[in-house]
């Protein structure tokens, strides 16, 4: 496995198969394949794919509201964490959506999500608020959380 070749690419549904048995092994929610699918089509929305040697390793994706990037997903492959792949897809997510408008950025992350509330702080996120019970699946918490200029960003 060879990190340098990591490069991110555009979602192409020859990586949905791929990507959704990663999601399964990943999430109690996982998305389903036409979840995907519409990110192929999403006008508004930009969903990239983190390959390394050709093979899937990460993903994640964006929708611009407005002038807002709302983080949708972001995964990388279990074996891969804890490598610097994660910080590389969520700065690749922002750059692209700060050039297609977006002035900030938001997410909701699970409130026990220690790792990933982490590196979004990492990137210049803070907590803006939490929501109560937001996760059907489990009931907890989601804190919500916000970059407030991705214009003068610089991670
Ligand atoms: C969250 C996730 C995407 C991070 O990806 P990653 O490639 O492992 O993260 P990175 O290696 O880029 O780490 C970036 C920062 O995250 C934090 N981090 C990473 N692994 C961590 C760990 N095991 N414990 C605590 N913090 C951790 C650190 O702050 C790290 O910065 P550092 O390396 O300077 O210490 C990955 O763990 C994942 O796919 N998790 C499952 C899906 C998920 O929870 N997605 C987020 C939903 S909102």
């Keep these: ?25 990943t999430h109690t929610a996982p998305w389903s ?10 006008k508004y929305g930009i969903f990239l794919v983190g390959l ?14 407005v002038d807002e990037a709302h983080v949708t997903n ?18 690749e997510l922002l ?3 700060r050039t ?5 950025a938001t997410l909701e992350v699970r409130a026990t999500n220690a790792t990933a509330i ?5 990137l210049g996120f803070i907590q803006a608020t939490v929501r109560k019970q937001y996760y059907p699946d489990n009931k907890e918490d989601a804190v919500v959380m916000m970059l407030n200029d991705l214009v003068k960003w610089a991670p």
């Design 118 to 122: 982490q590196l979004y702080e990492k």
């Design 1 to 25: 496995m060879m990190l340098a070749t990591l490069r991110f690419v555009a979602l192409d549904k020859t990586y949905i198969p791929k990507i959704l048995e990663i999601e399964q092994v």
């Design 95 to 97: 750059t692209k959506a």
């Design 74 to 91: 972001v995964v990388v492959k279990e074996n891969l964490r804890g490598q610097g792949i994660g910080r590389k897809l969520m700065i």
């Design 33 to 42: 394949q036409r979840s995907f699918e519409n990110e192929l089509e999403h």
């Design 52 to 65: 390394i040697d050709g093979e899937v390793s990460a993903y994640g994706g964006v929708w611009i509201l």
């Design 100 to 104: 297609k408008g977006a002035v900030c």
